[in-house]
């Protein structure tokens, strides 16, 4: 049986400076992110919203330089406009990892002209590359603001943010394999977010059986079925 370690937190903001300039609508099903002189510039990282797998990167004549990213949990997110692209089609990729720089790559399907600076951010539901349809979904319904991350005052009071309280920080520690089924087992061994362990049974503690062999193991609250 194989798992993926993942954090039950949804999805994370894309960028650390959240401000919105043009929310989701029926003519543009997806948000737009732009830019703070003080936190970050027009360069500033984006980010995975959740681990996932890279499903496509393209170079479009509007969209400029777009990144796919298919999830975990039926959900896949699209980044465009990006100014560098850090990731190639095929990779896994963690949650909240650096994916390229915001840009201002595409143009204006009406004017021609070149855009502003931002990130045109997606959220869908499926597993392939689509470009609209009913199946995008209003992202900030299921993204969360951590407390690392810089809302704009004119976002925080216009928009219904969701702010996690599970974490200080974006999640980076990875889970623990132990030679023991308890917390005093010793270290053997990290699963990293994105990661797959293969599972040979489970405890009546609730720990995982990740070596059938040696008898390793690791709690599994923070593992999801993907069989």
Not at 7 to 36: K, L, S
Not at 50 to 71: D, L, M, P, S, T
Request: charged share 25%; net charge positive.
């Amino acid at each position: 049986m194989v798992y993926e370690f993942i954090n039950d937190m949804g999805f994370c903001y894309p960028v650390d400076f959240i401000g919105i300039t043009q929310a989701f609508n029926d003519e543009h099903p997806r948000d737009d992110f732009g830019w703070n002189n003080n936190h970050g510039g027009k360069n500033q990282p984006i980010y995975s919203a959740r681990n996932g797998i890279v499903i496509a990167v393209e170079k479009q004549e509007y969209g400029g330089n777009v990144i796919f990213i298919k999830h975990y949990n039926g959900y896949c997110t699209s980044y465009g406009h990006l100014e560098k692209v850090m990731v190639k089609k095929g990779e896994k990729v963690g949650f909240h990892q650096q994916i390229g720089t915001m840009g201002n790559t595409g143009k204006d399907k009406k004017t021609g002209k070149k855009l502003p600076y931002h990130l045109d951010f997606g959220l869908y539901k499926g597993d392939k590359v689509i470009y609209k349809g009913k199946c995008y979904v209003d992202p900030i319904k299921y993204l969360c603001v951590f407390k690392c991350q810089k809302v704009a005052n004119g976002t925080k009071n216009k928009y219904k943010l969701y702010y996690t309280k599970l974490a200080e920080n974006i999640p980076d520690e990875p889970l623990l394999i132990r030679d023991k089924a308890n917390t005093k087992g010793k270290v053997v061994g990290k699963i990293y977010n994105g990661n797959e362990v293969t599972s040979y049974g489970k405890t009546l503690t609730g720990w995982n059986i990740v070596d059938n062999t040696a008898k390793y193991y690791c709690y599994n609250k923070w593992l999801k079925d993907r069989t």
